[in-house]
């Protein structure tokens, strides 16, 4: 095959579905994943083959689907190539953990369908070990095909508690508690939205139905305050909706607070390809809409190569129905966290270089009106290994609640260089030189 | 009193002025340290320093940051550690050698070490490595935390964001200065605007973007071998002797320091290049960089990559700074061109700068980057 190259980035449904719509129209695709098999977050498969987990079967129809149309087609996959950015001439870096190497393309077009940033909002004692994301976790148990052991706490709000809770009750090991911090019961209004795209609420009712079996149906109203190392294990404090408060003795405890948008290593200078993102990466809207969205990325990238997409209003349908229903589910669940003027000041902020609420207070307090950058590079927030993509909402946030003036945008903290994730020197030294002689 | 200016250098020079008595308010197109103060590799070092009025001063600006520890002006943004120029073959060795013999000649303490006393002291370096010298005496500044450190110490206003376009003059002195807010009254200039200078000045190639790429790894596990103190791979002065005088310099040349820092991570660096893209590092200088590192050190190939970032130095016709007054107002001076030397001069130049606009004799002679070696001019849009 001949003619432009494009590169997908991230191995989900958006993902393949777009990569599956370009191959069609006859564009070189390869599809490039970061871990050992395809299927993201939703479809995750176990890195041993001979391994299972329980999924809904609509989600293993979906997927089987994919897969079948996926080994028909033309697609190159590479899996374990992790997206680690685009330099400043334009070429894209992608990090072969196969071979230990960092490998550059230049395509015509990159389609990035990295799915969703796990929110976790700060609450003292998160940096603890033994202190995890709902997400990390349900990585975790699908890579390896079973539950974490000993006694695992849920607690934040969405939907995704309950789906782990269920997963793990399935895998024999229940979750102690699940806590959700939105006090609001599903209503006829929501089960109404949520008509027209059913299968969140056959989704839904098969992980209640084995919480009801499970006995670990989610308390609503409630939420974590604290948590601190006791015994070798976590003591965590919990409060209810009477602000009544009291504590459970657990040795996991796995939060989470939404999802957002990812758009780490979205920004190009004039030299690089042209840039589509696709899926819970560009809105997070789910497993469906990521289908139809990927579809959507891969036209706006043909109708950038010049090639007339097939005029097709489905996928546009689909994105609209999606969008209702998440927006009617939402209502449920509060991401709003602990307000973190409330926090108090020994609370880690920023978890990769253990910088704490008082430290950021602390730069506030003089009449000088800091700049973000200067609390980033003086603070140090925003400066560890995830160069803050997991603090930089909750400094800029806090900022803006502590005085006037314009907020400071996360984007300030966490910029927008690369590598999007850290990579090992290894790989760097194997990049041939471009010119031999310096 | 008007600094414009919020990098180590103005900042520097606003607090010694405003310690003098000035009232003083530093203006700033960005925010405090936005420019090459911001991402500056931090070496106040005279290691890499031919002999000559810059190799004096820079010596006098390390005993300049002893002295600021000392009256606690600083406090703990001075690290003092010696610098490691490492030679690998028998050309760097005898580069090196000679270098050694120079630096002594300015009265810096030099350590030679080879065989058996290399490998202890510098458990680090490749078995390729023959000879090292210990360059005493000096040590490492982060920029924006010094600058923050002055910001701190206060007694001087900031003015954040505020573009000076230029100024406002009666009988040959200036009254004031134009910002994107209004005009401020001034009795007095400091121009310490890095590459910013350009808009100032008649003169418009004078000064010259050099951009510097650098890159910081994440934490060292426990079994990472020993670092003194930053290697520095003698290669570069080997390149650098070898110019012929007046050779046009390259496009690009690479210039190896693995800096261990008080974090646990390392800085590496760094490039000199002409050219001002500065938002952006490229996988091509960051790679050739990290192969000199791992060939340098091997163990660093164990580590990780967490950020790469790029910077843009203000480099002279000549290569040495500016520091002095400008023609076609009497109450204008200008501190810049400090190229990669504004972490370890900027001190000593902002209390030097001082000393020029009282009137009072510097503590140091600087007739070699005096600006009447250019004949300076205000630019006219100024």
């Known amino acids: 095959m001949s003619g432009p190259e494009v590169l997908v980035i991230g191995g989900g449904p958006a993902g393949v579905s777009a990569a599956l719509e370009l191959a069609r129209a006859g564009i070189d695709v390869t599809l490039c994943e970061q871990g050992p098999r395809l299927g993201g977050a939703i479809h995750r498969q176990p890195d041993d083959p001979t391994q299972s987990v329980h999924v809904p079967q609509s989600h293993k129809r979906r997927w089987q689907a994919l897969s079948d149309a996926l080994a028909g087609s033309t697609v190159k996959v590479l899996c374990r190539h992790m997206f680690a950015g685009i330099e400043a001439t334009g070429a894209v870096l992608l990090e072969d953990r196969i071979h230990g190497r960092l490998v550059t393309r230049r395509p015509a077009a990159l389609v990035l369908a990295m799915g969703a940033i796990e929110r976790v909002a700060p609450v003292p004692g998160w940096q603890l070990p033994g202190v995890v994301t709902v997400g990390g976790l349900q990585v975790m148990m699908k890579s390896t095909g079973r539950a974490p052991d000993g006694d695992v706490l849920i607690a934040g709000s969405g939907p995704l508690l309950v789906a782990l809770a269920a997963q793990m009750a399935s895998l024999g090991n229940a979750p102690v508690a699940v806590l959700e911090r939105s006090p609001r019961l599903v209503s006829l209004r929501v089960v109404a939205s949520l008509l027209r795209a059913p299968a969140y609420l056959r989704e839904a009712a098969g992980y209640l139905l084995t919480l009801v079996r499970s006995g670990t149906l989610p308390q609503r109203g409630v939420c974590v305050t604290a948590i601190a190392p006791k015994d070798g294990r976590l003591s965590v404090t919990v409060r209810d909706r009477a602000g009544r408060e009291r504590r459970l003795l657990v040795d996991r405890v796995a939060l989470h607070d939404g999802l957002l948008p990812n758009s780490n290593g979205t920004t190009t200078g004039q030299h690089g390809p042209f840039i589509v993102r696709a899926g819970d990466c560009r809105e997070v809207l789910g497993g469906t809409a990521a289908l139809a969205d990927g579809r959507l990325g891969a036209q706006a990238v043909l109708a950038h190569l010049g090639q007339t997409a097939p005029a097709n209003k489905g996928p546009a349908a689909i994105m609209a129905r999606e969008r209702q229903a998440q927006a009617a589910l939402n209502t449920l669940f509060d991401y709003s966290g602990r307000d973190p003027a409330q926090l108090p000041d020994e609370t880690v902020i920023c978890r990769c270089e253990g910088r704490t609420l008082g430290q950021l207070r602390s730069m506030l307090s003089a009449d000088d009106p800091v700049s973000a950058r200067e609390i980033k590079l003086n603070g140090r927030f925003g400066m560890g290994s995830c160069q803050g993509r997991f603090c930089a909402e909750w400094v800029a946030s806090f900022v803006a609640s502590q005085r006037n003036g314009t907020p400071p945008q996360p984007s300030e903290i966490v910029g927008s260089r690369w590598p999007v994730k850290p990579v090992p020197i290894s790989a760097f030294v194997t990049l041939p030189p471009s010119s031999p002689s310096e | ?382």
């Open chain 2, 1 to 382: 009193m008007a600094v414009v200016g919020a990098g180590i250098v103005g900042m520097s020079a606003a607090h010694f002025l405003s310690r003098a008595g000035w009232q003083v308010t530093v203006y700033d197109t960005g925010v405090v340290a936005s420019g090459a103060t911001g991402s500056a590799d931090g070496a106040v070092s005279v290691a890499s320093k031919k002999p000559g009025p810059l190799m004096t001063l820079a010596v006098a600006a390390v005993k300049f940051y002893e002295h600021l520890i000392a009256t606690g002006v600083l406090v703990d943004e001075y690290l003092p550690r010696s610098t490691f120029v490492v030679a690998s073959d028998q050309e760097e060795l005898a580069v090196l050698e000679r270098h050694a013999g120079e630096l002594e000649a300015a009265d810096v303490a030099i350590r030679m070490l080879k065989g058996a006393a290399l490998t202890q002291v510098i458990g680090a370096a490749a078995p390729s490595a023959i000879a090292a010298a210990e360059v005493q005496g000096e040590g490492h500044a982060v920029g924006y935390r010094v600058a923050e450190r002055l910001r701190q110490l206060g007694g001087f206003a900031i003015r954040r964001n505020c573009r000076v376009s230029g100024f406002e003059s009666t009988n040959g002195r200036i009254t004031g200065l134009v910002t994107e807010h209004g005009t401020e009254p001034a009795d007095a200039v400091l121009l310490a605007t890095g590459i910013g200078s350009t808009h100032f000045l008649a003169d418009a190639g004078l000064i010259r973007p050099r951009k510097g790429q650098l890159i910081v790894t994440d934490r060292a596990g426990a079994d990472t071998p020993h670092f003194p103190g930053p290697l520095m791979s003698c290669r570069y002065l080997v390149s650098k002797g070898s110019q012929p005088a007046g050779a046009v310099a390259p496009s690009r040349s690479l210039g190896l320091v693995i800096d261990p820092l008080r974090t646990g991570q390392f800085l590496i660096g760094g490039s000199r290049e002409d050219r001002d893209d500065r938002e952006s590092a490229d996988a091509d200088v960051v790679a050739a960089l990290l192969r000199d590192a791992v060939a340098l050190s091997p163990s660093l190939a164990q580590l990780r990559v967490i950020r790469v970032f790029a910077g843009l130095r203000a480099a002279t016709r000549d290569g040495m700074p500016i520091v002095g007054r400008v023609s076609g107002a009497d109450n204008l001076w200008i501190a810049t061109g400090f190229e990669g030397d504004g972490i370890c001069l900027g001190p000593m130049m902002g209390r030097l700068c001082q000393q020029m606009i009282c009137g009072e004799p510097p503590a140091q002679d600087i007739s070699a980057l005096d600006s009447a070696r250019f004949g300076l001019t205000l630019a006219t849009a100024a």
